[in-house]
């Protein structure tokens, strides 16, 4: 388990709107047709298609794929957070 420091940079107060969240896997993806990234809530890492430098392609996405997380921010805030992984829609 991870513990990650009351201080880390990552935190921004995601707790107001992230606590007891829902997320799922899943590759990178948009509904919206004029968006072509996202960034990790915590340590703002873009997701984007392949074909964007840097980008990751796949995380962890709230039902409504307004907010994503990256796999590592995941596995370190789950805990705390109390997220629910979900593994079906
Ligand atoms: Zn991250």
Redesign the pocket.
Known sequence: MNRVAADDW?RRGQERYLLGASFKRMAWSTKDPQWDHDH??????KFALAEIPDSLQE?YATPTLQHW??????E?FREEFGWIERHKS
């Open positions: 990552r990790c809530e915590f340590c703002t890492r995380g997380v990256c796999p590592e921010c995941f370190d």
